[in-house]
């Protein structure tokens, strides 16, 4: 299109065209390309939706699956692990070997101070030639390990007119005494973003579980909206024909025009029902959308639940009590509740941490030691001279030494230190209030399970029986042996009972997975990668009261 529009250019400009009214043309092509450019832009969201629409199913585990590779707080959790798996090579890098060598070239002019009359010479004109070589390895022990090689051949005027090459072999150790002595101190830092990264992994788990249970969630309240929009729907139309009746009757004389009223109420009554319901349908699918990670699009063309409410073994549940069952899931939880073993982790690595700090506070005292040798060659032309690095040997050199350090007044340390003991703390804390807020939450998901397997148990006794009352009043009704406000009270009661059905089951179910999530029992902790299992979705945790 956009060439179309230059096009219409050079046709109107370089033919000499009157160019009256073509401000107007101009402005109607580009507004019909903008048009052209959304349509073409609508079409491709389109097409992308609809490639959503073909790939979901209206499946629970469908959906679980979408959750699991669409949901931001999933991405952002995986994001989180490679953060620590860098810091986790940040920490290994302090124990990798650093190599370097090097050649330096130097001229020199220094002038003497007076002429020798042996040596009739103003300055001495030096040249000097050093390749260096080495590598610094610190073990993880604390000990320093650096051998090191170094040749130096020097030519002169005055001294060193054999431009000897002098050539020196070390191996240099340097064993810290005190502050930094032991794996223990050394590989804190290692061992702390180890701890970290396992944090982070068990922090995505978490996510992963948290995400699939908003979303298992959500997709009850969706198949719920839609029960409850078909029962009201079911409703309205028995309205219609209750009002049917009514004026029929009262066109026959046989109850007050006044009496049709009450039915016409009923039905209006009815269809904003039936408007509230399609509205908590829309909001119920919105959810769901949202709790996959769709976008708004997507989320418009997300197809009704094809799965249905699951019983579940009321036998087996009522097998253990409550009290029995929260003893058992709080020994399970600390191994099980991905949250619990994060926080766990990140304890560990603060109390190592503090190790660290508490051990900065101490004096730097270190032992070096070092052994090696020294060669010599003359007349040696660069590189030749490292000839002596094998030439002219007399014996071993050897070396011993202390360092000492202490800063003054040591406040980096102390600093340091009271830093750690407050981020130790904070963690102690914070472990302390999830532990209980899990323990809390499994005995409140626990009786809301237990509640809601009762309620089920009594309203499906109900709906029989309503069904049965209105059955009966319908028959009564042909025969002229009850009123038609009989009916429609009959009939207002099954609507009602049907639709506390539609929210038990629904509460059943959330209770259910709302379980599985606060007991940890939803993903299996031994595997890295989680494939959506439907089973644990819709049955309750083992436990050894109940199998």
């Not at 579980?209 to 409850?228: E, N």
Request: net charge negative; charged share 20%; proline share 3%.
């Amino acid at each position: 299109m956009l060439a179309d529009v230059q096009s219409w250019h050079l046709e109107h400009f370089s033919t000499g065209h009157n160019t009256e009214g073509i401000g107007v043309d101009l402005r109607k092509n580009l507004r019909h390309f903008l048009f052209r450019l959304v349509y073409a832009f609508l079409g491709c969201l389109a097409y992308s939706d609809l490639l959503f629409a073909d790939g979901y199913d209206g499946s629970l585990i469908e959906a679980v699956r979408i959750t699991l590779e669409r949901e931001p707080s999933i991405a952002i959790s995986k994001q989180q692990v490679l953060v620590e798996e860098g810091h986790v090579l940040s920490a290994q890098g302090v124990f990798d070997p650093t190599h370097y060598a090097g050649v330096i070239f130097q001229r020199s002019h220094t002038p003497l101070a007076g002429i020798n009359s042996s040596v009739p010479i103003s300055e001495i004109r030096a040249d000097v030639t050093t390749y260096q070589a080495g590598l610094t390895q610190k073990l993880r022990s604390g000990i320093t390990v650096n051998p090191a090689l170094t040749v130096t051949r020097t030519s002169d005027n005055y001294l060193n007119t054999t431009a000897p090459s002098n050539a020196n072999i070390a191996l240099n150790f340097t064993l810290p005494l005190l502050k930094g002595r032991g794996e223990q101190v050394t590989t804190a830092f290692e061992k702390a973003a180890l701890l970290n990264r396992d944090a982070a992994f068990q922090s995505e788990k978490h996510a992963i579980s948290s995400s699939i249970t908003k979303t298992v969630v959500a997709y009850w309240d969706y198949l719920a909206a839609a029960q409850a929009l078909d029962i009201v729907r079911a409703a309205e139309e028995r309205a219609k024909n209750l009002l049917s009746d009514a004026q029929k009757l009262a066109a026959g004389d046989e109850i007050a025009p006044g009496e049709v009223k009450k039915y016409e109420a009923k039905l209006l009554s009815g269809a904003g029902n039936r408007i509230s319901a399609e509205q908590s349908l829309v909001e119920a699918r919105s959810n769901l959308g949202l709790a996959m990670g769709l976008n708004g699009p997507e989320i418009m063309l997300i197809a009704l639940p094809s799965d249905s409410f699951h019983l579940i073994d009321v036998t087996a549940l009522g097998a253990i009590s409550i009290h029995d069952m929260i003893i058992e899931f709080t020994a399970m939880v600390q191994n099980l509740r991905s949250d619990m073993i994060s926080v766990d982790s990140r304890l560990h690595a603060a109390q190592t941490l503090l190790l660290v700090a508490a051990d900065a506070q101490k004096p730097q005292l270190d032992l070096v030691l070092g052994v090696g040798y020294n060669g010599l060659t003359e007349y040696q032309q660069d590189p030749a001279a490292l000839n002596a690095l094998a030439n002219n040997i007399r014996g071993l050199n050897a070396s011993a030494g202390v360092n000492y350090s202490w800063p003054g007044n040591n406040r980096a340390a102390q600093g340091l230190v009271l830093q750690r003991s407050a981020e130790l703390e904070q963690i102690q804390v914070e472990r302390r209030a999830l532990m209980n807020n899990i323990l809390s939450s499994i005995e409140v998901r626990l009786n809301s399970l237990k509640s809601a397997v009762a309620q089920l148990k009594q309203i499906k006794a109900e709906i029989l029986i309503q069904r049965e009352v209105y059955e009966n009043e319908k028959k009564k009704y042909r025969y002229g042996l009850t009123t038609l406000l009989d009916l429609f009270t009959s009939e207002t009661l099954l609507t009602n009972v049907q639709l506390d059905e539609v929210n038990v089951q629904r509460n059943l179910a959330q209770a259910l997975i709302r379980v599985r999530f606060e007991t940890g029992t939803l993903l299996d902790q031994g595997t890295q990668i989680q494939n959506p299992d439907n089973l644990r979705l819709v049955t309750m945790p083992e436990l050894a009261g109940i199998r």
